[in-house]
């Protein structure tokens, strides 16, 4: 058998959410076997790619080792159950995507497609989700977290968080520090390579510094310093289905109780996120410039904010896609230098999360075997693929004619695997998904209704089992489901209660 030779040193090239969570990872995973350090310039700041998040963070967070009060303190956090979309399908519309399951299973048959059957045949006048306990608790204002007995209704809803990325990433510094990962404060000016083979050998600082690596981790953002500056990767561009290339974000004063969702609100060309979180709100509007002018596209948002704002708005470009490889050579693209997704759906921190996990899972020799590469590129990009789809979704099903850039996603052309998932649902009322998809058959289903797209009939076999008393069950669980929501403490409460056990 031949010795393998353990790489000793890795480089992290820049700070904020991807550089710090890559760090702590890194830190809790291999130790002080390998010596780990990150540079970083506090003149060039960070982005701040997202301040909210979805249920998979609390797995990295506990894979961490991070208690959630603890968390909840530091990050200025609060509880996330979903997303409210709101005049997505139509003006005056909206609909809730929430986290966790619909109802609760009495049959055979799933839950939706029972309800699908009844909604169908004109027998039941009410939502999915009204049958859906974190709607039920998020429209009241409550929080708790799901209990672990299945039987219960108050276990089927799961949850995710708000908080101050940047407050995260300085949480996270402080994480990692203390486990042996050195920060270095400067600007990389020059990137060596080997001659031979092309692997970056070091990276060096305007002041002289160097850095010697054998696994590099590029965590600067858009520009991806090693990854397309040096590296070359190339970049796809989306952009042809999801045009948004622009965002203008202002914080503002919190105003009322602290919301236990974030809010969507569609506008003329572009949507608008509301993130509440302990001290503030966060706000932005993502927009297409094809479709809107800067200065419109501010003014949209401050005409729109449920608070006084608390700073100037920063304006912020990007291109929505992914680098044609995210490992190229010894180095692995982390976060915005790996690809960018507009936050409709929160997964900016996941897919940080999702490369970071992704790495360790196939942590390489110092030999940095292609096939490790291979691997993680593809499945890199199925990933990406899968949730650039169920963005487009959201875009392309509307009945939106109100505007030029809504008559153009509408009636843009498709990626194929996604022509194939509606016409299945359209014709069948099924969902066709496999078990690496972030976004499970609930997501599918609120986005689905809530944007119009409505299936022929119900499954075959949910229409066959007549004799099953749907209506009475699916009352029954309405009932069950408000009930527990009045029982919840408010959101509010539940945040205090926390910040008390902290």
Excluded at 66 to 83: C, H, M, P, V
Excluded at 245 to 274: F, I, M
Excluded at 296 to 303: C, G, K, P
Excluded at 325 to 332: A, E, F, G, H, P
Aim: charged share 25%; proline share 5%.
């Amino acid at each position: 058998m031949t010795e393998r030779q353990a790489i000793s040193r890795i480089v992290i090239v820049g700070g904020g959410s991807a550089g710090w969570m890559s760090a702590a990872a890194l830190a809790n995973a291999v130790g002080p076997r390998v010596q780990i350090d990150l540079i970083e310039s506090e003149a060039i700041g960070t982005v701040g790619v997202g301040e909210a998040t979805i249920p998979p963070i609390r797995t990295f967070n506990q894979r961490l080792g991070i208690d959630e009060a603890t968390f909840i303190r530091e990050t200025q956090g609060s509880y996330k159950l979903g997303i409210e979309f709101v005049d997505w399908q139509r003006i005056g519309h909206s609909y809730f995507h929430p986290f966790g399951q619909y109802g609760a299973e009495f049959d055979w048959v799933p839950f939706y497609q029972y309800w699908m059957r009844e909604k169908l045949a004109g027998n039941i006048d009410s939502d999915i989700q009204d049958h859906c306990m974190a709607w039920a608790a998020a429209k009241s204002g409550k929080f708790e977290p799901p209990m672990r007995d299945p039987r219960n209704i108050r276990s089927r809803h799961d949850y995710a968080y708000h908080f101050d990325a940047t407050r995260y990433a300085r949480f996270l510094r402080g994480y990692a520090e203390a486990r042996g990962v050195t920060r270095h404060e400067g600007r990389i000016e020059t990137v060596e390579q080997d001659p031979e083979n092309g692997f970056i050998t070091s990276v060096a600082t305007g002041d002289g510094r160097s850095f010697d690596g054998d696994l590099f981790l590029d965590c600067s953002g858009f520009y991806g310093l090693l990854i397309e500056g040096t590296l070359e990767a190339g970049y796809e561009n989306w952009a042809h289905w999801l045009p948004m290339d622009r965002a203008v974000a202002v914080p503002s004063e919190p105003n009322g109780p602290t919301l236990s969702y974030t809010k969507s609100t569609a506008h003329r060309a572009g949507w608008q996120w509301r993130i509440p979180l302990q001290h503030r709100t966060g706000n932005g509007h993502v927009y297409c410039s094809a479709y809107e002018t800067a200065e419109n596209a501010e003014q949209t948002l401050l005409d729109n904010l449920d608070g006084a704002p608390l700073a100037e708005p920063k304006h912020l470009r990007f291109v929505t896609g992914m680098r044609k490889q995210t490992w190229s050579k010894n180095c692995v693209a982390i976060g915005l230098s790996a690809g960018f997704m507009e936050p409709l759906e929160s997964t900016s921190l996941h897919m940080i999360q999702y490369g970071i996990m992704r790495l360790l899972a196939m942590l390489p020799d110092a030999d940095m075997s292609p096939l490790l590469a291979q691997e993680y590129n593809a499945l890199t990009r199925a990933e990406y693929e899968r949730i650039r789809d169920f963005l487009i979704l959201h875009y392309h099903a509307t009945e939106r004619d109100d505007s030029e850039f809504w008559n153009y996603v509408r009636t843009m052309s498709i990626p194929d695997q996604l022509a194939y998932k509606i016409d299945h649902f359209k014709r069948h009322g099924l969902i066709v998904s496999d078990e690496r998809e972030l976004f499970n058959n609930p997501s599918w289903i609120a986005v689905y209704t809530g944007q119009g797209i409505w299936p022929e009939r119900a499954p075959v076999l949910s229409e066959l089992r007549g004799e099953v008393p749907v209506a009475e069950r699916l009352k029954q669980v309405r009932s069950a489901i408000d009930e527990a929501a009045a029982a919840m403490p408010s959101h509010d409460e539940y945040l205090q209660h926390i910040l008390n056990a902290s």
